[in-house]
């Protein structure tokens, strides 16, 4: 490899960096604050105590202050690990393989960006649920549900993620061109509402384990255990609990996550490339 070349490849490598830093966490943060109230509701669907119990209809922002200071690090986070991922492996990986490197990239950025996620989810849902915990959260409950929702996130990551590359891919083919951000917020906004609709059951486990009271052990608070629970309860219907407001907030979350972000990821690029070129 020349100097030039590494030089090149280390640009590039610092692009997506500073775009998927940039614009992972606005998109991020735009979508979980507009689309805030579907996300209770869904919550409060999903809830052992009831929707109704769970607050109904009323205080559909609950919860919201720490979602604002925690979706534009998670989001960012995720997006680093997804595009730095397919930056480095890609060109060296024949394209017949591509699919299966999305799918690795969405798990390994689903795990990392979880370890923030997580904690902003527990607050989130017990406020949501109107859930008055005493003292403060430790440590341990923050991250109950960790691994719940790392199995609820990588599947849908891993459908999602891999369908939004192979939807922008087959209709840029199809008109011959570029595909424009609008283009690919719709694409986002498909590959969504089916990985929303494939990964609900998984959902309502997550966001019981997270609902559950403190005292509760972790052995109880397994998705086999609470799947099993859930289905004796509510029978087949709910397992899919939540889906409505789910579907909605996922697939308008979609349209505008990926809207915004291929949105953001042009004009960070604009910025950094007309930074290199005056220097």
């Given at each position: 490899?020349?100097?030039?070349?590494?030089?090149?490849?280390?640009?590039?490598?610092?692009?997506?960096?500073?775009?998927?830093?940039?614009?992972?966490?606005?998109?991020?943060?735009?979508?979980?604050?507009?689309?805030?109230?579907?996300?209770?509701?869904?919550?409060?669907?999903?809830?052992?105590?009831?929707?109704?119990k769970?607050?109904?209809?009323?205080?559909?922002y609950?919860?919201?202050?720490?979602?604002?200071?925690?979706?534009?690090?998670?989001?960012?986070?995720?997006?680093?690990?997804?595009?730095?991922?397919?930056?480095?492996?890609?060109?060296?990986?024949?394209?017949?393989?591509?699919t299966?490197?999305?799918?690795?990239?969405?798990?390994?950025?689903?795990?990392?960006?979880?370890?923030?996620?997580?904690p902003?989810?527990?607050?989130?849902?017990?406020k949501?649920?109107?859930?008055?915990?005493?003292?403060?959260?430790?440590?341990?409950?923050?991250?109950r549900?960790?691994?719940?929702?790392?199995l609820?996130?990588?599947?849908?990551?891993?459908?999602?993620?891999?369908?939004?590359?192979?939807?922008?891919?087959?209709?840029?083919?199809?008109?011959?061109?570029?595909?424009?951000?609008?283009?690919?917020?719709?694409?986002?906004?498909?590959?969504?509402?089916?990985?929303?609709?494939v990964?609900?059951?998984?959902?309502?486990?997550?966001?019981?384990?997270?609902?559950?009271?403190?005292?509760?052990l972790s052995?109880?608070?397994?998705?086999?255990?609470?799947?099993?629970?859930?289905?004796?309860?509510?029978?087949?219907?709910?397992?899919?609990?939540?889906l409505?407001?789910?579907?909605?907030?996922?697939?308008?979350?979609?349209?505008?996550?990926?809207?915004?972000?291929?949105?953001?990821?042009v004009?960070?690029?604009?910025?950094f490339?007309?930074?290199?070129?005056?220097?």
């Open positions: 490899m020349t100097k030039s070349e590494g030089r090149t490849e280390g640009t590039n490598v610092q692009n997506v960096f500073v775009t998927s830093l940039i614009a992972g966490g606005a998109a991020g943060t735009f979508v979980d604050v507009t689309l805030y109230p579907l996300d209770t509701l869904k919550t409060r669907l999903q809830s052992m105590q009831g929707f109704l769970a607050g109904g209809f009323t205080g559909l609950k919860g919201i202050c720490p979602v604002i200071i925690g979706s534009a690090p998670t989001a960012a986070l995720f997006f680093l690990t997804y595009e730095e991922i397919k930056t480095i492996t890609q060109p060296k990986i024949s394209a017949k393989y591509h299966i490197v999305h799918m690795g990239a969405a798990t390994l950025g689903e795990m990392v960006a979880c370890l923030i996620r997580v902003v989810e527990v607050m989130k849902q017990r949501q649920a109107l859930i008055h915990d005493k003292g403060s959260l430790d440590l341990k409950l923050l991250y549900g960790y691994w719940s929702t790392v609820r996130d990588t599947p849908f990551s891993i459908v999602q993620f891999p369908l939004w590359e192979r939807l922008k891919k087959f209709y840029s083919f199809y008109i011959k061109r570029e595909i424009y951000p609008m283009e690919s917020a719709i694409c986002g906004a498909i590959s969504g509402s089916i990985s929303a609709t990964t609900t059951p998984l959902d309502v486990a997550k966001t019981r384990i997270m609902l559950a009271n403190r005292t509760m052995s109880q608070l397994t998705i086999i255990n609470v799947l099993h629970e859930i289905y004796i309860e509510n029978g087949f219907r709910g397992l899919f609990a939540g409505g407001p789910r579907l909605m907030w996922i697939t308008l979350g979609g349209f505008i996550f990926f809207g915004v972000y291929e949105e953001a990821k004009l960070t690029k604009n910025i490339n007309a930074k290199i070129i005056t220097m």
